[in-house]
């Protein structure tokens, strides 16, 4: 299992914005998430959330990507069914990049719902699954961002600007 403070697997496939590595990411913050299936119902939701609060993530230093089994080709129709949305989506056809992050579905073809905080040198700092029938809080991926980045030890229901301990 990929847990904090584990070396988050490399990668090298093709996007909607290009041929994309993990190593571009190398010195930054980023919020790598895997959902099940373009034009599936809860990942609808997904998907305009995160490129709503991307100003956020972009306050706090850190990019964002998404990733699933599916094709650029079907990335794209998506995308432009959703109005558009400002981080790439990687297309994991192989399936290979699911894997390496423990959370492909393999008799199913797909990655389970998934999110993961990669810190500037390239640890996993923060990992979450969930069934793919339920989606995401974005909000609690910004605030454990945020807690990361402050520096100390962060008290439950912690957010950004209140004290740690």
């Known amino acids: 299992m990929l847990i904090p403070g584990m070396m ?9 914005k290009g041929n994309i590595k993990l190593s571009d990411y190398k010195g930054k913050w980023l919020v790598l998430f895997f959902y099940p299936q373009d034009f599936s119902g809860v990942c609808s939701t997904e ?3 995160f490129n709503k609060k991307l100003n956020d993530f972009k306050e706090l230093g850190a990019e964002v990507l998404g990733a699933n089994t599916d094709s650029v080709y079907s990335h794209e ?7 558009g949305i400002g981080y790439p989506l990687i297309s994991d056809y192989n399936k290979t990049m699911a894997d390496s992050y423990e959370i492909l579905i393999k008799d199913a073809g797909i990655a389970l719902r998934a999110a993961f905080i990669i810190d500037p040198e390239g640890k996993v700092r923060y990992s979450v699954i969930h069934e793919p029938a339920i989606g995401r809080n974005v909000d609690e991926i910004l605030r ?7 520096g100390g030890a962060c008290p439950v229901n912690w957010k950004k600007g209140q004290a740690t301990l």
């Open 47 to 49: 998907i305009p959330e």
């Open 144 to 150: 454990v961002l945020a807690a990361l980045q402050s």
């Open 8 to 16: 988050a697997p490399d990668f090298n496939l093709q996007s909607t």
């Open 77 to 83: 129709a998506w995308i432009k069914e959703l109005g």
